[in-house]
């Protein structure tokens, strides 16, 4: 049982006046930013101390990923999941969504097909035709308060130039953490088709339904692992994406070469600080993420809670990840984020998603400013309550 006691994501950390990109936003105005993916709590006390170690050091020339973070990644991996996971194997990143791009332009030709499934992460949207590839956009349904993949519709919506599919999992915005039998259908109709999967798991140890493991798409078995691209970093789970570190894991050999080729003279490498955080992150924070983890339970539940008493918006259970997606369709509202920043919150609008009439609710920050903002919403709600 970890010792969870002693971390503080209670105290307000004045993010103000620190060129927080959340917190900018809303310069000089009373709105609380509940928007972008990160926390508004300290990082880890041992990744703060080994930025400050490294930072002492004084150099910092261009920098090489350090065996001693490869090795603890190696570890990780085969802890955490049991994912033997060879060294050669990694690509270390500046970032998960330069990976995305990466990948789009790794696989297949111009003109050719990306699929995802939406509502999604914004970058998946616009990562193919970066790349002037066509993306193909398959909706999730939402059955039973859960949402899931519809593999009928994406096996129709393949279509003989479909190279890629990229997956988030676990699924940001709709916060599920896949089953092995949802994957496995996915990896099968991949398999089928030769379609290559980019599988984005930045946020697979943010997984608050203890029920749910998070399960790596290569490790289904060695066939869908040569042909996936894992992308996975310390940024979310440990609040240091300012400091730009990922890595993917790519198994088979030629794929591996084609993704690297595609880096080439255009990706830089990961910062030393990056790597520093990284290492701490994944081999001296195991207590902090548990604490996280149990905070984030708590604030996901004040959510889910006050979503409820409000009757024209409904929510979804979320198993991963400290964001909610919240379905405000009922209230009629033609931009559902423009109306609760009017009413001092600021969320993502579900457009960007591609799936209007919702917003993305980050509830990652100290619960005193989450319940602020919860009363706020329900406030305005009652007003258009009201009204209607
Ligand atoms: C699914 C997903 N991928 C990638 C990212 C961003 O990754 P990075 O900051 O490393 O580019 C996010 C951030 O919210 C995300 O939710």
Same mark, same amino acid.
């Given at each position: 049982m970890a010792n969870t006691a002693h971390f503080d994501f209670d105290t307000v950390v004045e993010r103000r006046g620190t060129a927080s990109l959340k917190w900018e936003k809303y310069r000089g105005r009373d709105v609380i930013p509940l928007w972008? *993916?990160?926390?508004?709590f300290r990082s880890p006390p041992a990744v703060i101390r080994a930025l400050q170690q490294r930072v002492a050091d004084g150099v910092f020339g261009y920098t090489v990923a350090p065996e001693e973070l490869t090795a603890a990644v190696v570890a990780m991996l085969a802890t955490r999941y049991d994912w033997k996971v060879n060294p050669e194997w990694l690509v270390w990143l500046p970032g998960l969504v330069s990976g995305l791009n990466v990948a789009c332009r790794a !696989?297949?030709? !111009?003109?050719e097909d990306v699929m995802t499934a939406v509502p999604v992460y914004p970058p998946f949207l616009t990562a193919p035709a970066h790349s002037r590839r066509n993306l193909i956009k398959v909706a999730l349904k939402e059955k039973n308060n859960r949402w899931q993949f519809d593999f009928d519709l994406l096996a129709q919506s393949i279509?003989? *130039?479909?190279r890629l599919f990229i997956l988030c999992n676990p699924h940001n915005p709709v916060g599920r953490v896949y089953t092995r039998d949802e994957l496995a259908t996915l990896a099968a109709i991949c398999r089928k088709h030769d379609i290559v999967i980019c599988s984005d798991e930045i946020h697979c140890d943010l997984i608050l339904d203890g029920e749910k493991r998070h399960i790596p798409t290569a490790m289904l078995d060695p066939e869908t692992s040569a042909r996936t691209i894992t992308l996975m970093a310390p940024s979310k789970t440990f609040n240091v994406p300012g400091l730009g570190c990922a890595f993917a894991v790519i198994s088979e050999e030629n794929l591996r070469a084609r993704f690297k080729k595609a880096m080439a003279g255009i990706v830089p490498g990961v910062n030393a600080l990056g790597y520093a955080a990284a290492w701490a992150a994944f081999t001296e924070c195991a207590d902090w993420q548990a604490a996280l983890l149990e905070y984030l339970r708590g604030n996901r539940d004040a959510v889910a809670q006050a979503v409820a008493r409000m009757p024209l918006l409904s929510m979804a259970p979320v198993? *991963?990840?400290?964001?909610a997606w919240i379905d405000a369709r009922a209230a009629g509202l033609k931009k559902p984020a423009a109306f609760f920043e009017a009413a001092g919150v600021g969320l993502q609008d579900g457009i960007e998603f591609d799936a209007p009439g919702f917003v993305r609710l980050n509830f990652g920050c100290p619960r005193s400013l989450l319940k602020e903002a919860l009363d706020r919403m329900a406030a305005a709600m009652a007003d258009i309550s009201k009204c209607s």
């Open positions: 972008v *993916a990160d926390m508004d !696989v297949g030709e !111009v003109g279509t003989p *130039a479909t198993e *991963a990840t400290y964001l």
